[in-house]
């Protein structure tokens, strides 16, 4: 039945995890797309009826409405070519919206779909560096844990982000333990490419995933240079397509993405250090100084633009180095949702179209993932060095979060992390477990038995568990796992 069960068991999660997913679909409807989701949403419009992306909202602007604490918004897109969102998550939206007729709803149903994705990869690549049971595990909890639940259910582009960084870990690790790897190594330096095309700070990958490749070769002391600069090669091939395009249409050097500048601009300036939200990131169109000198320069295009906002936040933050480590303090704790939102909480529920009780499930979901990710990274720090994973995988989780957390403190930030707290979660308890059932077998075993309590009184007589022959020692698990 054991095995049986064992088969079954994966099956029952991927269902689970499509069911959870499709019903906060119909617990967040009527949706209607917000904050970002409304410019991918245009983004794909755009690409499926003018077969091109839309104009800037970035560039020679003619007018910046600012209502309040509502992100600001402009009269209309100028022509002006943009770069601002990567291009994968907007082309996988219009192949979706094209074979759908621009519904919403397949959008989120393809959502749901990764996030099932990325519940089997989670299972696998547990699987590979630790055992099957640790992979159900963490399967089991990515399928249920309400932060990522939620997050399939709207048009975002972290579903699918989440998945690619994933498979492209998992390439890494099948290469290293694969006897056709140089087929694998193409395969995670394309998926590190197009992880780079989905989200800015994707491109952390390239060079962790070179790190592991790198690990993998010298362990079987293989020369490390020919499958890295494969990856590496892979990668910039990928990106390749994208940053020629660039070039052409706005005369500069744009590898992924102008988002660097309206990011470091928002974080780092006057206005929003003496906010409402402390230590917090202020769209940039609602700073005076950038309007007036900057989004309204008709001589700036995209490019220009980004150029220029990086480097006056880059400037203020050096001025103001106290500013800079407090608002990378505050968007920590904001992160993980221990400190108080303020503006970020209406955009970060809408985006995602939480009220009450499907609120306070992702809220609480987030604080129960930290905690048995912090009881997991203490289980395992303190045990044996082969049941710890693969170590380029925690330099990825960390660098993700180090490249988002002084910029932004929203907890939809957080997602692409959350796959390697399940996994740290998971194998922390996992391993937990079995030093606290072999403590348990350790002081059963050393108890007084019924042969040495005989010889005490000088009746000993041999016990069943004496005369039995002694088990062979257990083979120890491979390093690289």
């Known amino acids: 039945m054991r095995p049986r069960l064992s088969r079954a068991a994966l099956p029952v999660i991927l269902v689970i995890a499509l069911a959870l997913r499709l019903g906060a679909m119909a617990a967040t409807d009527p949706y209607s797309p917000h904050g970002d989701a409304i410019d991918y949403h245009a983004h794909a419009l755009s690409l499926v009826q003018d077969g091109q992306y839309p104009g800037t909202l970035f560039a020679g602007l003619d007018e910046i409405i600012v209502r309040g604490n509502e992100a600001p918004t402009i009269s209309e897109r100028t022509t002006a070519p943009s770069a601002y969102r990567p291009p994968t998550y907007p082309y996988l939206l219009a192949a979706v919206y094209a074979v759908s007729g621009n519904s919403w709803t397949a959008g989120r149903l393809t959502n749901a779909l990764l996030g099932v994705l990325a519940v089997a990869l989670v299972f696998v690549i547990a699987r590979r560096l630790w055992d099957r049971t640790v992979g159900l595990l963490a399967a089991g909890v990515m399928a249920v844990a309400p932060p990522l639940v939620y997050l399939s259910a709207s048009l975002m582009s972290e579903p699918l982000f989440i998945a690619l960084e994933l498979a492209a870990v998992l390439a890494v690790i099948v290469h290293g333990q694969s006897d056709h790897r140089l087929r694998w190594v193409v395969a995670a330096g394309a998926l590190c490419g197009l992880c780079a095309l989905t989200r800015a700070n994707g491109v952390v990958l390239i060079p962790v995933g070179a790190l592991g490749i790198w690990g993998y070769a ?17 990668s910039l091939l990928t990106i390749a397509p994208w940053t020629i395009r660039n070039a052409l249409v706005m005369d500069r050097l744009v590898p992924i993405s102008t988002q660097a500048g309206a990011a470091i601009g928002g974080s780092y300036n006057a206005l929003a250090e003496r906010g409402g939200l402390r230590a917090g990131w202020l769209h940039p ?3 005076p100084e950038f309007q007036r000198e900057v989004f309204r320069n008709k001589r700036f295009n995209e490019a220009d633009v980004e150029r220029e906002l990086r480097r006056r936040g880059i400037s203020f933050a050096l001025d103001h180095p106290g500013y800079a480590l407090a608002t990378t303090w505050w968007n920590s704790l904001r992160m993980f949702e221990l400190a108080d939102l303020g503006r970020y909480r209406d955009v970060f529920q809408q985006e995602r179209a939480l009220a009450g009780i499907d609120r306070d499930l992702s809220r609480i979901g987030a604080y129960v993932l930290a905690l048995l990710a912090l009881g997991g990274a203490v289980v395992l720090a303190n045990g044996p060095r082969r049941r710890r ?3 380029f995988v925690w330099l990825l989780a960390a660098l993700l979060f180090l490249s988002t957390v002084p910029l932004n403190g929203s907890p939809r930030y957080r997602a692409p992390v959350d796959p390697w707290l399940v996994l740290l979660a998971a194998a922390g308890v996992v391993e937990g477990a079995r030093r606290l059932s072999g403590r348990r077998a350790s002081t059963t075993y050393s108890s007084p038995s019924v042969s040495e309590s005989g010889r005490r009184s000088g009746t000993s007589r041999p016990t069943a568990a004496a005369s039995a022959p002694a088990a062979p020692p257990r083979p120890a698990a491979p390093e690289n796992q």
Request: charged share 15%; glycine share 8%; proline share 4%.
């Open 218 to 234: 010298r362990s079987d002391g293989r020369s490390a240079l020919k499958p890295v600069a494969v990856l590496v090669t892979a």
């Open 285 to 287: 169109l609602a700073v």
């Open 389 to 391: 994973g693969a170590w």
